[in-house]
């Protein structure tokens, strides 16, 4: 089996974003990331100078560390980075066998086959405001799956509001999550409660006036209870 780049493993915590929000779970967070969104939150699980604090691990010691954070099955959340770069089919098979349930958060950036054997996938496509540039014909390959697929779209401002309204026309049968963006990630300084909570009451606004019925509003909520403390 091939070796995982591992960032962390913590919980049981609760999912804090998008359709599985509040439900307890796991995470595995992978390191290594393509992407350098300007407003990224993990970056200790994204850029090469912390590789010296991941973890090449066997998909073994990963499902081992999973059954000590929680012995009992519980939904496991894949994240990153991008947890796509990694080889992780074999640990959801693993998981699989001994009841556990797997979702992954990804930028849908990169399509993989053991993605079919998902419970759930959250794709995260990256608004204008993180600097980066969506490839479509790549997000139209994450969606062949048998995986519940969710789309969850990070807003800041109009223009992110607008590329959302995009991706719902363009997968207008896929349920849909918005989320007011964080300006104050770890890496920027203290966190804004009331910052987010104002760029909350905007979004919903924006929504509600534009009769956008199809989409689901959310806070991240574990920002809202812990802020940026890493591991909650």
């Known amino acids: 089996m091939s070796k995982l780049t591992i960032s962390e493993c913590f919980g049981p915590t609760v999912q804090g974003e998008g359709a599985l929000i509040g439900k307890p779970t796991v995470f595995v967070r992978t390191g290594g990331c393509e992407y350098r969104c300007s407003w990224c ?68 950036s990169i399509a993989r086959s053991y993605m079919r054997r998902l419970d759930y996938l959250t794709l995260s496509p990256k608004p204008p405001s ?35 309204q995009h991706i719902h026309e363009r997968y207008p049968t896929t349920p849909m999550y918005l989320q007011p963006g964080n300006a104050t990630p770890p890496h920027v300084g203290a966190f804004d409660i009331e910052g987010v909570l104002s760029k909350t009451r905007w979004l919903i606004e924006k929504v509600t006036q534009d009769q956008w019925n199809e989409v689901t509003v959310l806070p991240q909520l574990h920002t809202l209870l812990w802020q940026n403390q890493r591991g909650m």
């Not at 991941?54 to 560390?65: A, G, K, L, N, P």
């Open 41 to 108: 939150d993990t970056l200790y699980a994204v850029l090469p100078e912390y590789k010296d604090e991941w973890r090449q691990m066997s998909t073994q010691e990963v499902f081992t560390e999973i059954q000590r954070l929680s012995p009992k099955p519980i939904l496991v959340t894949l994240s990153g980075g991008n947890p796509a770069i990694q080889p992780l089919g074999d640990l959801i098979d693993l998981g699989h066998q001994h009841g556990y349930t797997f979702c992954m958060e990804t930028q849908g």
């Open 130 to 164: 993180s600097g980066m540039k969506t490839r479509w014909e790549r997000l139209d390959g994450c969606f062949e799956t048998e995986a519940s697929v969710f789309l969850k779209v990070v807003v800041f401002d109009d223009a992110d509001y607008a590329y959302a």
